[in-house]
């Protein structure tokens, strides 16, 4: 009976799943294609597994999910005695780890998105970029790097000393922004944040997503 | 030696601790007072504690940690054998309960928390209501709703049948927008929505809060 990931591959959403399964060494798994460029998404049948009309959802036998980090955490605990060790070792480590998970959900995720709203799927569809908004949010994603650099010289992922939950949920939009927008200039210029950002990339759960078919380049 | 909570029991993410630790019948914390009309949440001392600037964060012996969800988490976990099982009673209801508490944190947190900024406090402090923002974030947390009063039509609460951190986490926000801001009618006409709220404001933790905040007798 196979895990599906309903989404596409190359979606910062379904991307963040995707690579949480290859952390935890999970093979077998299926990825369900949805169709975004037909609206498939926003469908009545859709809508009746993700009523939002968001990618990705799973169904796993009898548990149906959405909400990526929602399920990358289902993940993590159904897989806790393989792969990675996604929220450390102690009650502390699953502390920091849950503390950075929010960080990146409520402090990075905002103006990254719109980041790359604005300077890849727009220009991709023909829709207007506001620069007033790549500005602002610019702005408040630096702030957010600053905090980052500062953290980062004192342990070498942001919950500690291991890679966990919280580092991974940020890897495919940081992709998107550094790759394909091309403003890594940001991450570069704070030491920390750079040999973080070069660790997150070296994974082989991020090579993984990165090989799989559909990616634009 | 209990708890400590830094920040101030009327706000709205102090106020999302608070509701945790009565659900899960912790009587042994402390609220430290952060004086936020004096900006001591931007002192240079603050920021060592919580980097962005924000309350609230709590010391529990050795274990230092900011994000109300991140803490609220933490509670849920360390006090698992006692009061409200706020991840329901099984890995299904767990996977549930973090899916709606991030549709919580990513659909309802947004709008709703941009509203009560320009309904409430911008005025407080001398700052302007924008009319525009206020009219469009109504439209996405009215949309939002609508997913909400089909959700609750089909179960009591979010996650199921039970009482869950992801109900919980809605509390303190909406008190706000219900009861200080006035605007009731967009739950009132959902009439699940409107019978949810009901029940969540009437939990002995809810009444305890709205006390401790200064907003009931």
Excluded at chain 2, 24 to 45: C, F, L, R, T
Excluded at chain 2, 82 to 90: A, C, R, V, W
Aim: aromatic share 12%.
């Amino acid at each position: 009976m196979t895990f599906q990931v309903h989404g596409t591959a190359p979606s910062t959403c379904t991307g963040r799943v995707l690579i949480a399964l290859y952390e935890k060494n999970v093979e077998d798994f299926q990825i369900v294609e949805v169709d975004l460029m037909k609206g498939e998404h926003k469908s009545p049948e859709f809508l009746k597994n993700q009523p939002f009309g968001q990618i990705p959802f799973i169904v796993d036998g009898d548990v149906q999910l959405f909400e990526s980090r929602a399920i990358c955490r289902y993940v993590a605990h159904k897989y806790a005695d393989q792969g990675t060790p996604l929220y450390g070792a102690t009650a502390a480590d699953a502390a920091l780890t849950e503390q950075w998970l929010e960080v990146e959900a409520q402090n990075y995720n905002g103006p990254i998105a719109a980041l790359v709203f604005n300077l890849v799927f727009a220009p991709m569809f023909g829709a207007p970029r506001d620069d007033a908004v790549v500005a602002a949010q610019t702005a408040k994603l630096e702030a957010v790097l600053d905090v980052y650099e500062q953290r980062l010289s004192e342990s070498k992922f942001l919950a500690g000393d291991f890679f966990s939950l919280a580092d991974l949920a940020h890897m495919t939009y940081t992709h998107y922004l550094i790759n394909m927008a091309h403003q890594g200039a940001m991450f570069d210029s704070r030491p920390h944040v750079k040999a973080w950002v070069a660790e997150l990339f070296a994974r082989p759960s991020y090579q993984k997503w990165l090989a799989l078919p559909g990616h634009l380049h | 030696m209990g708890i400590e909570i830094h920040g101030t029991a009327a706000s709205t993410c102090t106020g999302r601790v608070l509701l945790t630790l009565f659900e899960k019948n912790v009587e042994d914390y402390k609220i430290v007072q952060v004086d936020m009309a004096k900006g001591e949440h931007k002192s240079p001392e603050f920021l060592k504690s919580q980097p962005f600037g924000q309350i609230p964060y709590i010391i529990d012996g050795d274990v230092k940690l900011f994000e109300s969800r991140a803490i609220a988490r933490y509670v849920t976990k360390k006090f698992a054998d006692q009061g409200t099982p706020l991840y329901g009673s099984s890995p299904k209801d767990a996977a549930l309960t973090e899916q709606w508490l991030e549709v919580e944190s990513q659909s309802y947190n947004g709008p709703i928390s941009t509203i009560v900024f320009n309904l409430v406090f911008a005025p407080m402090f001398g700052m302007t209501t924008d009319e525009a923002v206020v009219a469009a974030q109504t439209a996405k947390l009215e949309a939002v709703l609508d997913v909400y009063e089909k959700r609750l039509s089909e179960s009591k609460y979010l996650a199921g049948d039970f009482f869950s951190l992801a109900d919980l986490s809605h509390i303190t926000y909406t008190h706000y927008l219900m009861n200080v801001a006035q605007k009731g009618a967009i739950y009132d006409s959902r009439p699940h929505v409107k019978a949810w709220i009901a029940d969540l404001f009437s939990r002995p933790s809810t009444q305890k809060w709205l006390k401790e905040a200064g907003f009931a007798k």
